[in-house]
């Protein structure tokens, strides 16, 4: 479950042991369910199994309201496509910070649709600033919103190498903007949406556009005449993404679309409608399968290969819309480089880390033995400069090289402990 507003579930002070039994024996339950944790965020029935257990036992009403499940009638299950490694907006993170409130992950970060944070146009970030590892949200047991689950660095921190970017596209900032807003107004939203006055809104979309001509309407929007046949005259519900053409090309917008606002909508002008045709998505059912020009890709990873900032198999596989396994199938021995090289660039990254920060850690641990201190962690971590905190990996095996540098250098102070 990702935080929206202001959500803490720490214990209260008290005698009682936190998590309670019954929210561990829900942690059990879940993890030997099929469901992958990143679903408590979406729209399926773990998210309201998780967000009702826990309303029930801290008292914060409507916590389904920090997951998807207030569009679960208008948006079909499989049709919210959920990230499966977390993605944040570093930017968003260091901002939580400054203000002096706990960095927390947003709720639109767990959707595949949002690439980007709007609000600081850059775009979503996988990987840790410090270690560069991926998936640093989501696989360990015990999260701490904001810092790697791998190496403890602040997420919200300066990249050291910059990976290569590419540049945002004007329809992925549109697609995060629709989502954004989508978040922000179920905060408020009274009553559940509800499939039919979302097909009814389709319907009087269709006959202000269209003259009520689903199969022209599907055309426009860039979806099969059978999708939005399904709509109308069975049970079927949209996915997000079938939603989003509606509303880019209609200009109604995704939130006034699912939440059945059309009053005040007029269709789209013949210059609007030029503008829109931008977002509008290829019809799936023109172009089933998408060509992949291999050899363009071979040049690709060549230059990936040989670029002066080494760049992981995954970013490699984001960039060229690849997967990762198709990359190995095609191109084993360069796609293997591109990883070797990478690893290779994040193992030096950690020594040279640790080189930069030596002469801190021991004018550190000078002061706190002169201090008459002991020699842990949160003596050091107090006397570090923040960014040297950061960049350390495996703090505990570096604090007993200092300790071991320290105690032979100063006999006298054995006030020492880790
Ligand atoms: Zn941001
Ligand atoms: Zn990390």
């Known amino acids: 479950m990702t935080r929206c507003g202001t959500l803490r579930t720490a214990p209260a002070c008290g005698s009682h042991s936190w998590p309670p039994p019954a929210v561990m024996k829900l942690f059990r339950r879940f993890a030997d369910s099929a469901d992958r944790p990143c679903s408590v965020s979406s729209a399926r029935s773990a998210a309201l199994t998780w967000s009702s257990a826990l309303s029930a ?25 959920i990230v499966s490694k977390g993605q944040f907006c570093p930017q968003c993170l260091a901002e939580d910070q400054a203000a002096g409130h706990a960095p927390y992950f947003r ?27 991926d998936n640093v949200r989501h696989a360990a047991a015990l999260v701490v919103p904001g810092w790697c689950t791998k190496c403890g660095a602040f997420l919200g921190g300066q990249t050291r190498a910059a990976e290569p970017e590419m540049a945002i596209e004007a329809v992925e900032l549109w697609r995060a903007r629709q989502v954004y807003e989508l978040v922000r107004v179920q905060q408020s939203v009274e009553q559940a949406p509800s499939r039919d006055m979302l097909v009814a809104t389709i319907e009087h979309i269709i006959g202000e556009m269209d003259g009520g001509q ?3 309407f599907a055309g426009r929007v860039g979806l099969s005449k059978g999708t939005v046949h399904y709509w109308l005259k069975s049970d079927k519900t949209p996915t997000l993404d079938a939603s989003l053409a509606v509303a880019s090309q209609s200009g109604i917008g995704l939130s006034r679309l699912l939440t059945g606002q059309s009053q005040g909508w007029t269709p789209p002008t ?28 071979d040049r690709q990873l060549q230059k990936f290969l040989h670029q002066p900032n080494p760049v992981s198999v995954r970013e490699v596989s984001r960039q ?14 360069t796609t293997r480089q591109i990883g070797q090289r990478w690893l290779a660039y994040l193992r030096r990254r950690k020594v040279a880390n640790l080189q930069e920060a030596i002469p801190h850690l021991e004018s550190a641990g000078k002061e706190v033995l002169m201090a008459g201190k002991s020699l842990n962690l949160r003596e050091m971590k107090a006397r570090l400069p923040h960014e040297v905190t950061q960049s350390i990996q495996g703090f505990y095996g570096v604090l007993k090289d200092v300790r071991l540098r320290l105690v032979g250098e100063s006999p006298e102070h054995h006030k020492i402990s880790v």
């Open 57 to 81: 036992l801290t008292s914060i009403p409507r916590l389904d309201r920090l997951t998807f499940l207030p569009w679960r009638d208008v948006i079909s299950q499989n049709g919210l496509p």
């Open 107 to 133: 709720l639109t970060w767990e959707l595949k649709t949002v690439s980007v944070c709007p609000r600081h146009r850059v775009r979503l970030s996988q990987h840790c600033p410090c270690c560069g590892k």
């Open 214 to 216: 689903a199969t022209r």
């Open 270 to 297: 013949q210059g609007q409608q030029l503008a829109l045709t931008l977002f509008k998505p290829e019809c799936r059912s023109k172009s089933p399968a998408r060509t992949i020009d291999w050899e363009e890709v």
């Open 320 to 333: 060229l819309g690849i997967e990762v396994r198709q990359l190995y199938l095609r191109d084993n021995q």
